[in-house]
């Protein structure tokens, strides 16, 4: 039950784009096309999941040796090493997907959603704490940042259709791009604020 909770505060109630609002320069621009932004929702769930699980790992690390000052810094480290690696992964399973990706593949390693994952899980976690507690252990830590990367999926793919469908349509010149982009953000956050009540 646990288990269930976490992944609807993360999915709905707390969507990292939508109501953290961490994430938002590739929100805005990798979302021109659904299939862009599919591509970049799974390589940032890799990433997030990936990292969440190595600076959990290495956070009990710096905590045993009283060395938290370098705990952004080494995070930092780490999701710019994982990100490398999607990235080669990237270009050798699709070409047309790493192309298609273009700059913002480099930029998920300064995407503040997959640091803002990192550092909420380690606020929440202690290797000695119980989840009766309100603190996460590492499989909560997993469940969490999968969760979280769902939602922002989610919200990606939700806005790339929304996006894609608004070029169809006739927008008043003073809206094109980016404005009704925002305005159409905005909605989508009001929209996902009806979750706010369920967990």
């Known amino acids: 039950m646990e288990f269930i909770l976490i992944i609807?505060?993360?999915?709905?109630?707390?969507?990292?784009?939508?109501?953290?609002?961490?994430?938002i320069c590739p929100f805005l621009g990798v979302s021109n096309k659904l299939s862009t932004a599919a591509g970049m929702s799974m390589a940032v769930c890799f990433v997030i999941t990936l990292a969440t699980v190595v600076t959990y790992l290495l956070n009990m690390l710096l905590v045993n040796?009283?060395?938290e000052f370098l705990q952004t810094i080494s995070f930092i480290l780490v999701?710019?090493?994982l990100v490398q690696m999607v990235e080669i992964v990237l270009k050798k399973?699709?070409?047309a997907l790493y192309s298609a990706l273009g700059i913002f593949l480099p930029l998920i390693t300064t995407n503040c959603a997959v640091l803002g994952v990192a550092l909420t899980v380690v606020q929440k976690s202690s290797p000695f704490a119980a989840a009766?507690?309100?603190m996460f252990n590492l499989g909560e830590a997993v469940v969490y940042a999968f969760a979280t990367s769902l939602g922002?999926?989610?919200?990606m793919v939700l806005f790339a259709g929304l996006r894609e469908q608004l070029s169809l349509n006739n927008v008043p010149k003073?809206?094109?791009?980016v404005?009704?982009?925002?305005?159409?953000?905005?909605?989508?956050?009001?929209?996902?604020?009806g979750f706010s009540g369920l967990v």
């Open 93 to 95: 399973i699709s070409p």
């Open 132 to 134: 009766a507690d309100g």
């Open 65 to 67: 040796f009283n060395l």
């Open 179 to 193: 404005p009704i982009a925002l305005v159409t953000a905005s909605i989508l956050a009001m929209a996902f604020m």
């Open 8 to 23: 609807i505060s993360a999915v709905f109630v707390n969507n990292i784009l939508l109501s953290q609002f961490l994430g």
């Open 152 to 155: 922002f999926g989610l919200a």
């Open 79 to 81: 999701i710019a090493a």
């Open 174 to 177: 003073a809206f094109k791009g």
